[in-house]
């Protein structure tokens, strides 16, 4: 099969490649609605290292995504059937480490074309049915959804059986997402959300507590915390959680930030703390947030308001004109409209 794949050549820079695709056996997809990640916006400005830009570009963008089928050779699916694309393509099984933290993996956006295509050609098991009633201007970004139910599901295997107050540290959108997971899955904890901005705080209707990083006397501490800053913010978030946490609490670690992180270990040691990195998400991540999708009609209806801008794509320039404007939003996820 013939197809359009639109690669960033370099920062800033897009051009669409005619490649050549086998699909026996594969389901291919029509993308319809995608969205942008701070990775890709890092490759687009080209924010990433020298070396790392010349060893993946060219590479089409974007692993945040949905369409419909046009084909499938395997059967899996019918054609025009909604479907959330995976980005991760594992290689091999291990017994011990998951898919995607397996080097051999292959991720869409990353190490692989990302699925800034005209259609997109997967495993049938790298896609999986969206419930009817999903919004997909929402659904677009259920990858990112998914990563934050893989932190917690790898939270409820390591932090102990006390969790009457867990803290999230961030107001970004991973942030949102987190604190609004656990506040569906763990009714009966408080749940306390950390912040730099007292606007992008208001948004956060669910959580029991909302606190500016600023302002933290009298504040109680928590049992667990996730950290959900990255960036610069990181080293003063997991500093402030490690003086905040009670002992023998757990640290997730979702931020991600291009510099090394300073981290108090003498405090970690006297208070027996685990941390943890959590990353990406498998496929069973995917179909826990899509069951959650159909259980929790409210998840949808909270996730809309991260949706800051839909924005068409019918030519090239389009896609340019879309990540400016994304680097310009004060929060929240550009969704594309794809119709490329």
């Not at 945040?64 to 091999?92: Q, W, Y």
Request: net charge negative.
């Amino acid at each position: 099969m013939l197809n359009t794949v639109y690669r960033l050549v370099a920062p800033r820079t897009f051009e669409p490649v005619v490649a050549s695709q086998d699909i026996a056996g594969k389901v291919v997809v029509r993308p319809t609605y995608l969205s942008i990640c701070n990775a890709d916006q890092r490759y687009y400005q080209g924010l990433r290292s020298k070396q790392v830009l010349d060893r993946k570009l060219p590479m089409a963008l974007i692993h945040e995504g949905i369409g419909r089928v046009v084909s499938d050779d395997s059967g899996k699916f019918h054609r025009g059937d909604a479907v959330v694309m995976l980005p991760n393509e594992p290689t091999e099984t291990d017994e011990c480490i998951g898919e995607n933290y397996l080097t051999s993996s292959r991720f869409c956006g990353s190490g692989a074309d990302g699925f800034m295509q005209e259609a997109v050609v997967l495993a049938p098991e790298r896609a999986i049915a969206l419930p009817p009633s999903s919004n997909p201007q929402v659904a677009a970004f259920t990858e990112l959804v998914s990563v934050a139910s893989h932190a917690l599901s790898r939270f409820e295997g390591i932090a102990h059986s006390r969790r009457c107050r867990i803290g999230v540290w961030g107001d970004g959108n991973l942030g949102f997402i987190v604190a609004l997971l656990l506040h569906i899955q763990h009714p009966e904890t408080q749940v306390v959300v950390f912040g730099r901005n007292a606007v992008k705080l208001n948004d956060f209707t669910f959580a029991d507590e909302v606190h500016l990083v600023d302002g933290l006397q009298g504040v109680k501490p928590v049992d667990h915390a996730f950290e959900c800053v990255g960036g610069e913010g990181s080293a003063r978030a997991i500093d402030q959680i490690i003086d905040t946490i009670r002992p023998e609490g757990t640290i997730a670690l979702l931020g991600v930030s291009e510099n090394p992180v300073p981290i108090n270990t003498r405090m970690v040691l006297e208070k027996g703390l685990r941390l943890f990195g959590s990353s990406r998400s498998a496929k069973a991540d995917f179909e826990n947030v899509v069951a959650l999708y159909r259980e929790h009609a409210e998840v949808l209806a909270y996730l809309e308001s991260l949706v800051y801008e839909v924005r068409e794509v019918q030519q090239v320039s389009d896609i340019s004109a879309a990540f400016e404007a994304d680097a310009r939003k004060p929060m929240g996820k550009t969704v594309l409209r794809w119709n490329l």
